[in-house]
């Protein structure tokens, strides 16, 4: 596996990452056997990034993670999330808490979770509105000095927030959802990363499976499936993305590869600062995806695809509701 370099002074990791969030029950019923073994055949594969957060499940994902690195660990970049907590009130059952007292008791349950001395990279996972940034990255920057935490990043903040918080302390990742049908970085937050050093993890990169090709009716979905919450997955708007996706689908196969393949090529064709973290819980989808790092596309390959998806998306990533407390 081809790697890059995460952030200005981060350690270098697998040009794409492995997102672990779907080996909870967000998208459904899950194997943890098959979790695990997929998990350790990444590392197999030199796929060395792995993505969690102390929200997936909450904090089932980060104990999966710790039994499948366990007598791994120094193979591993690990990275987690501080910020999300469950709340039965709240946006799709989330609410966030950005207190200085809350990250530090977040970073020991987590370390105990995943049974470890240290996590690499520490995000905050959203930043909380009653709350400056300032202040929430400075009880992270604590985490460091303790030598609990290795490296400091952020999740979908605005790119002025990302400067409030490098003004506290260095910010090497900016995880923000960036696909094909999810173009929200370009606006701004892209061009700050890359002005202060800083790497783009993309996270559902195929589109919550949308952009494999494999979804093709609202009803493949279970009942209690969180994308069911998505307006992109409702309605008509399933109907005209399906559309679009018919079209990846036909490019893809034009050059011999799967729909998922192209889509995580096209990320990595727009710059080495660029990492995606593809989520799957199975090793057959983990194998195929990371084919995709040894594709090529060509600049017009981009535009041509660009071409396909610009303009033509039905629905926004979140509610309503949901987009106004997650932004910041």
């Known amino acids: 596996m081809k790697q890059r370099r995460l952030g200005r002074g981060g350690p ?6 492995l997102g672990c969030a779907s080996m909870g029950t967000i998208y459904g019923p899950t194997d943890e056997d098959e979790a695990i073994a997929t998990i350790r055949r990444a590392l197999d594969l030199g796929i060395n990034f792995l993505d969690t957060s102390d929200a997936y499940g909450p904090h089932t994902n980060e104990l999966l993670i710790g039994k499948a690195i366990k007598n791994r660990r120094n193979e591993v970049v690990l990275s987690t999330k501080v910020g999300i907590f469950a709340d039965p009130d709240g946006p799709g059952g989330m609410g966030i808490n950005g207190r200085p007292d809350y990250v530090r008791s977040a970073i020991d349950a987590s370390l105990k979770r995943l049974q470890v001395d240290m996590i690499d990279l520490y995000y905050l996972h959203r930043v909380d509105p009653h709350v400056p940034v300032e202040e929430t990255v400075g009880a992270m920057a604590e985490q460091v000095a303790a030598g609990k935490v290795r490296w400091l990043g952020l999740s979908e903040t605005s790119a002025a927030t990302l400067e409030r918080a490098i003004s506290v302390h260095p910010i090497i990742a900016m995880e923000s959802e960036y696909s094909l049908w999810a173009r929200d970085p370009e606006s701004s937050v892209l061009d700050a990363c890359r002005a202060n050093g800083v790497a783009l ?12 090709g494999a979804l093709r009716s609202e009803k493949q979905l279970d009942a209690d ?4 919450l998505l307006p992109k997955f409702q309605d008509d708007n399933f109907a005209a993305n399906l559309a679009v996706v018919d079209k990846l689908q036909a490019f893809a196969a034009s050059r011999g590869h799967s729909a998922a393949q192209i889509a995580l090529a096209w990320l990595l064709a727009l710059g080495d600062d660029i990492i995606p973290i593809p989520g799957t819980k199975r090793r057959h989808y983990l194998e195929e995806n990371a084919k995709a790092a040894d594709i090529d596309l060509s600049d017009e390959d981009v535009s041509e695809l660009d071409a396909i998806f610009v303009g033509s998306v039905a629905g926004s990533r979140y509610s309503e509701a949901a987009q106004a407390v997650w932004s910041s």
């Not at 993890?201 to 494999?212: D, E, F, I």
């Not at 499936?225 to 069911?228: I, L, P, S, T």
Request: charged share 20%; no cysteine; aromatic share 10%.
């Open 201 to 212: 993890v993309a996270y559902s990169p195929l589109g919550r499976a949308m952009l494999t």
């Open 225 to 228: 499936d969180y994308r069911r």
């Open 12 to 17: 270098m990791v697998s040009a794409m990452g």
